[in-house]
């Protein structure tokens, strides 16, 4: 089974703050994609990464593939309190099938 | 706008009872997936499907069953329902087509089971 290991599980910053979330993994994904997930509601697709070295800009938020896209980082500049969230990050295994193997998630919490 | 929505938002079930959650999608996806949120355990996958009267158990299948009679619905079937089984559970579709297709999820039930 793959893992996807997330770290930290818990952050909790102040507003205009910058953090870092990371997502590792000893197995190869085809993709990677990050989702945040607000409470009550079902996680929303951020971003997907598809190319080892890959990084995306979505407004304040950077996402990185590694090289050997085994792992991935979402980098968050001058955080809002919109920002507060589950992120989750979620791989797609190199084999056949449509199943993703998601990360146990990172709480932030960003404090006005 | 896609939409995958679920059939209930909250439910109060009793230990013992018969649970039917449904999941419609309007996105002719082929793959759907029922998962469970649980505090420090992540999204657990419970069932999916990958096509009409097709379904594979994923990590967490036992105490559970689904139904796929059409393309646009994922029934998820508690048969007797236990407190360990009080969750969020999260339905999701995604197509076939490309590895990068983006997995689409619903609003979730939040399950308790007394």
């Known amino acids: 089974t793959q893992l996807l290991e997330q770290s930290p599980q818990f952050l909790s910053i102040q507003e205009g703050e910058n953090l870092t979330v990371y997502c590792n993994s000893s197995?190869?994904?085809?993709?990677l994609q990050w989702y945040r997930q607000e409470p009550g509601e079902g996680p929303v697709l951020l971003v997907t990464?598809?190319?080892?070295?890959e990084v995306k800009k979505l407004k304040r938020l950077t996402f990185q593939f590694g090289d050997a896209r085994k792992d991935s980082s979402l980098h968050i500049t001058a955080a809002q309190p919109g920002d507060t969230g589950l992120y989750l990050c979620?791989?797609?295994?190199?084999?056949?099938?449509?199943?993703?193997?998601f990360g146990g998630g990172t709480r932030v919490l960003v404090k006005p | 706008d896609v939409k995958v929505t679920q059939s209930s938002r909250y439910l109060v079930k009793r230990t013992g009872e018969k649970v039917f959650l449904e999941c419609v999608q309007d996105?002719?996806?082929?793959?759907m997936f029922w998962y469970r949120q649980d505090p420090g355990l992540g999204l657990r996958l419970i069932y999916f499907?990958?096509?009409?009267?097709?379904?594979e158990k994923g990590d967490i299948p036992e105490g559970y069953s689904v139904s796929r009679e059409k393309k646009e619905r994922f029934s998820l079937i508690l048969e007797s329902a236990s407190t360990n089984q009080t969750s969020m559970y999260l339905c999701?579709?995604?197509?076939?087509?490309?590895?990068?297709?983006?997995?689409?999820f619903g609003p979730g039930t939040r399950l308790t089971v007394l």
């Open positions: 999701a579709s995604r197509g076939l087509l490309y590895r990068t297709d983006t997995q689409y």
């Open positions: 197995s190869v994904f085809s993709s």
């Open positions: 990464v598809v190319t080892g070295g």
């Open positions: 979620a791989g797609d295994p190199q084999a056949a099938g449509n199943k993703l193997t």
């Open positions: 996105m002719d996806h082929e793959n």
């Open positions: 499907s990958y096509d009409v009267k097709m379904k």
